[in-house]
Nanobody, 123 residues
Framework: VQLQASGGGLVQAGGSLRLSCAASGRTSSPYAMGWFRQAPGKEREFVAGISWSGGAIVAADSVKGRFTIYRDNAKNTVYLQMDSLKPEDAAVYYC?????????????????WGQGTLVTVSS
């Protein structure tokens, strides 16, 4: 599976962005998806995850109520809608796929990674 993340950019605090992650390759098998982010000098952290069916979703406490993860399996695409962005949300955002139906909070449990898309939030 190959993942292509897009949608990052520069936004003012309080603004919104929508990230997309398009999957290609062996997409017929069920896989859960996750979004992670990594700011300079920090470890990669979990942002949100979604099961294959979309019925199970989780978001980190730091983004709950502001970020929404959802997927369109017909398009092999997962999205991360980010609203009310804060300067501390600035990071490179990565999408990842896990070869099972359930998501994980841990990056080492994902099998495929996208290249990352940069989100910059100005105060």
């Amino acid at each position: 599976v190959q993942l292509q993340a897009s949608g990052g950019g520069l936004v003012q605090a309080g603004g919104s962005l929508r990230l997309s992650c398009a999957a290609s390759g062996r997409t017929s098998s069920p896989y859960a998806m996750g979004w992670f982010r990594q700011a300079p000098g920090k470890e990669r952290e979990f942002v949100a995850g979604i099961s294959w069916s979309g019925g199970a979703i989780v978001a980190a406490d730091s983004v709950k109520g502001r970020f929404t993860i959802y997927r369109d399996n017909a398009k092999n695409t997962v999205y991360l809608q980010m609203d009310s962005l804060k300067p501390e949300d600035a990071a490179v955002y990565y999408c990842a796929a896990r070869r099972f139906g359930s998501y994980s909070l841990f990056p080492n449990e994902y099998h495929y990674w996208g290249q990352g898309t940069l989100v910059t939030v100005s105060s």
